[in-house]
Structure formats: structure tokens, C-alpha cells
């Protein structure tokens, strides 16, 4: 077995997987906060759910744009990506309403750490895009170069 095989850049993980994946993870951690709630182990944080609706954001950016730099058609997994982030903010923050029973509003900073993700992840993906077209025009600039001779001085 190569290395290459145990990559993750090996996997076919596109975006709307990966929004999937990082949904049932956030959906998990909230019921188990809610069991430990439950069983009075401890008191969670009314804040919490959208703390981790947050984290759990912005862990879906970091990954998804690094994981970008193995995507074969750009534009395609750019356009799912976005709808899938906003999917994500959109859907996490409906549950995190639900299990917190406080708005986005009511917690305090959350809103502006939402925006803040937002714009970050847009820095992520874009700064994925050029290092790509960057690697990308200097291959083809290597390949196309005609090999220079270097003159033997006497």
C-alpha cells in the first residue's frame, strides 16, 4: 500500500460529503451535551450549541479549502462549495436556535464571529485559487522553456 493510498487528497470527498459528515458530527456533539445536561454530570452553557455551531463552521472552511487543491474541475467544486457553506451556516445555526432556544442575536458576539468565519472562508478558498493557478502557470512555463545551453569559458 502507497502512501498515496492513505491520503486524504486519494478520496473522492467533495463538498456536499463533507457538509455531511461535518453535520452528523455537530448533530452528535449536541445530543451528548444534551445527555450530560440531562443526567446533571454537568450544566452546559446555554451558548453552547451555537459554540459549536461556530467551531464546527469554521473547522468546514479550513477543510474545505485545503481540500480544494484536489479538485480536477474549479469552478464546479467552488460553486458547491459555497452553497454547501452556506448550507452549513444557515442549517447549523437553525439547530443551534433549537437546542440553545436563544437567537444568534441574543448570545452576544456570535453574529460577528459568523461573519468573521464567512469572510475567512472566503480568504481560504481564494488563496487556494491563486497558489493553484500559480503552480499551475509556472508547470507550464517550465515545460514550454527551451533548454538553455550553458557556454563552456576558456
Known sequence: MSYEDNSIFSKDLGPFRQFLVVM??????LLISELVDATG??????A??????ASLLLFFAIFNSVYSLTATDDNTYWMKSFF????????SGGIAYYFAGITL??????RWIY??????YL????IIGFMKRIVK??????????????????
Not at 452528523?24 to 456533539?29: K, L, Q
Not at 461573519?115 to 475567512?120: M, R, T
Not at 502557470?137 to 576558456?154: D, G, H, I, L, V
Open 123 to 126: 480568504v481560504f478558498i481564494s
Open 105 to 110: 442575536e441574543e448570545v452576544g458576539p456570535y
Open 115 to 120: 461573519i468573521v468565519i464567512s469572510f475567512v
Open 137 to 154: 502557470f509556472a508547470q507550464k512555463e517550465e515545460w514550454t522553456k527551451p533548454m538553455r545551453r550553458s557556454k563552456k569559458r576558456n
Open 24 to 29: 452528523v458530527v455537530f448533530i452528535s456533539i
Open 41 to 46: 454530570i454537568s450544566n452546559v452553557d446555554a
Open 84 to 91: 454547501s457553506f452556506a448550507g452549513m451556516a444557515i442549517l
Open 48 to 53: 453552547f450549541p451555537w459554540t459549536i455551531a
